[in-house]
């Protein structure tokens, strides 16, 4: 009965993104979410109390769904840096294969209409990239004069910014390649000075 009722928890939450996805928090019904569940009202109420109740949860298992994919990456060993840019890359291609992902950022947007608090899953985000930069500066990947929690910060908006005007314009066609170009402009800023002979002796003397 357990894993029934588990079954039917899990169809309930995918019915519901799939809503959401397409019509947004405010134009669906619980309703539509039980006709594409293939569940009864009851069995959705069993588990949800209300419309509210419902988003929350897709909100809940897309940062579920996007935090154990960064885990999996953190644990592969790679340098810092590397690993901050798979799991931007790695999120980017979750928002084109993943239904659940793509409700739950909308749900994000959408959260003024039904008061939903939803500043977790970004503070996480913020603080996993704030630890990842303390050791990229630590592995001399980053400068070591860059503000890690501002950075931080900075990376999180850059990447929410980058996702939302490739869903307006191309419906995310085109993430990757924004996430990567995101970078390609980050990286000059981030990386330490080459330690040249110059760049250890201070500017290069004047040749008579």
């Known amino acids: 009965m357990q894993q029934r009722a588990k079954a039917t928890r899990t169809a309930v939450i995918e019915g519901a993104a799939s809503i959401f996805e397409e019509v947004g928090y405010g134009n669906a019904s619980l309703s539509d979410v039980t006709e594409r569940a293939s569940v009864t009202k009851g069995a959705l109420y069993f588990h949800f109390k209300s419309k509210e109740d419902l988003a929350l949860a897709v909100i809940a298992e897309q940062h579920n769904i996007v935090r154990v994919a960064g885990e999996q990456i953190a644990a592969a060993g790679l340098p810092a840096l590397e690993t901050m840019i798979r799991m931007c890359r790695t999120f980017g291609q979750q928002l084109l294969d993943e239904p659940i992902v793509r409700a739950g950022i909308r749900l994000t947007f959408e959260a003024s209409a039904f008061n939903g608090d939803v500043k977790g899953p970004y ?10 930069t303390r050791q990229a500066q630590a592995e001399g990947d980053v400068r070591h004069d860059v503000d890690a929690a501002d950075f931080a910060r900075y990376l999180v908006a850059s990447f929410t910014g980058v996702q939302m005007v490739s869903n307006v ?22 990386s330490p000075a080459p330690q040249g002979p110059e760049s250890l002796s201070g500017a290069p003397e004047e040749t008579q």
Not at 123 to 132: A, G, N, P, R
Not at 169 to 174: K, P
Request: proline share 3%; no cysteine.
């Open 123 to 132: 503070h996480d985000w913020v603080t996993t990239m704030e630890v990842l």
């Open 169 to 190: 314009l191309t419906e995310r066609r085109d993430v990757l390649k924004r996430i990567d170009d995101m970078w390609r402009f980050m990286m000059p800023t981030l």
